[in-house]
């Protein structure tokens, strides 16, 4: 049998049922609507792209979707000064910041301007070091996205083998670290187990596998442990196809549940962002 596919597409349709039920409740109680801040540096066309995701999810939704554009000649300290007028602005719950920045910003400090109650992202220091000691926080957008996928399954993962292809800080890192919380006993690959040579032996083992990597189908569906929960999140270009990082017709006569590229991960992505800032503004009411 061929795997079933976890389609993002749906689980966001139910998240975005639960999250226009708690925007109505907010709504009323704070007489105000939740608002998103994106702040960007000039205009990317990657960034537009997901700046109009962003206001046609927050608008399903009910939520306020503002934009600031700052012109390309700004300076580090211009785009630091909007964040922290955005910090203190009562009105606007979540920040954005949008890549990429000039090559000369030092990511890591413009980010960690962000207050970490308005971090929406969880590209803040606060944020991620929350997520190592599984401290309540909010985590990043696309981890969080793996996990519900994982979550919408039904199986029963605890103590089950999960392998992480990819280790970056917005999604490698954050699902590792997700599935420790639940329990699945897992490993992260990254550049130095390529050199070893033992990515087939992780990935052979893995009944929950996420792969991160970039690169068009890195992964041969043969590797896939039959029954295996599968979660693509590569998004390639090849021959005018979008596809992702695992040999998808391989791997699904394999897997028991996969995400397809498109249509997988993605929708749901843009959905979390939008669940992160309700959970944001929670944490901002208890304060």
């Not at 050199?195 to 896939?224: C, F, M, Q, T, Y």
Request: hydrophobic letters at 40%.
């Amino acid at each position: 049998m061929e795997a079933q596919l976890l389609e993002g597409k749906k689980i966001a349709e139910k998240l975005r049922a639960e999250i226009v039920r708690n925007v109505e409740s907010l709504s009323k109680k704070l007489n105000s609507t939740p608002a998103l801040h994106a702040i960007q540096i000039g205009e990317d066309p990657a960034s537009e792209l997901y700046l109009k995701s962003q206001k046609r999810a927050a608008e399903s939704c009910g939520i306020k979707h503002e934009v600031t554009t700052l012109p390309a000649s700004a300076e580090e300290k211009d785009l630091i000064g909007e964040i922290e007028r955005a910090n203190r602005d009562p009105k606007v719950h979540g920040i954005i910041v949008q890549m990429p920045l000039p090559k000369s910003f030092r990511v890591d400090r413009v980010l960690d301007a962000i207050h970490p109650d308005k971090d929406v992202e969880a590209v803040t220091t606060s944020n991620l070091g929350k997520l190592v000691i599984h401290k309540e926080g909010l985590a990043p957008c696309t981890a969080r996205a793996c996990i519900r996928l994982i979550e919408e399954t039904g199986v029963d993962v605890y103590g089950k083998e999960g392998v992480v292809i990819g280790s970056s800080k917005i999604v490698g890192l954050p699902a590792f670290l997700l599935m420790i919380g639940k329990k699945i006993t897992s490993t992260i690959c990254h550049t130095g187990t390529f050199k070893s040579g033992s990515l087939e032996s992780h990935i052979r083992r893995a009944d929950v596998l996420i792969v991160s990597a970039g690169k068009p189908n890195l992964i041969p569906g043969a590797w896939v442990k039959q029954g295996a929960i599968v979660i693509d999140v590569g998004i390639n270009r090849v021959d005018g196809k979008t596809v992702g990082d695992v040999e998808f017709e391989a791997a699904k006569k394999r897997a028991a549940f996969i995400t397809p590229v498109p249509g997988g991960v993605g929708p749901l992505t843009t959905m979390t962002l939008m669940e992160n800032l309700m959970t944001a503004l929670n944490f901002q009411q208890k304060k």
